[in-house]
């Protein structure tokens, strides 16, 4: 069983940066995807940054690109969302999923809730 935790949420001001983090049991070799999605209250969930495990590109929704940079760190097996110049419109509940290989089984975490507001 592969289990998900997000961490690294919390309130900022308008301008500021927080820096989220994805730990899955496994090494990050052992998922074809990782990825950061984020929900509003009241919208859909939608995916903010993907990395694409067997070849390190990483894609970013338009309304986050230039803004948020993602990353993995293999030593510690986790995916990373560093959040630059934070908005009110980025608060959201933030997860992370991640897809085995070939059984294409997904996995999410429970989310972990950034507030930017002044």
């Known amino acids: 069983q592969v289990q998900v935790v997000e961490s690294g949420g919390g309130l900022v001001q308008p301008g500021g940066s927080l820096r989220l983090s994805c730990a899955a049991t496994?090494?990050?070799?052992?998922?074809?995807?990782m990825e950061w999605h984020r929900q509003a209250p009241g919208s859909q969930r939608r995916l903010v940054a993907r990395l694409i495990t067997n070849n390190r590109i990483i894609t970013y929704s338009d309304s986050v690109r230039g803004r948020f940079v993602a990353s993995s760190d293999n030593d510690k097996g986790t995916f990373n969302l560093q959040m630059n110049n934070l908005k009110p419109e980025d608060t959201a509940n933030y997860y992370c999923?991640?897809?085995?290989?070939?059984?294409?089984?997904?996995?999410w975490g429970r989310g972990t809730q950034v507030i930017v507001q002044s």
């Open positions: 999923r991640v897809v085995k290989p070939v059984s294409g089984y997904e996995y």
């Open positions: 496994g090494s990050i070799s052992s998922f074809s995807l």
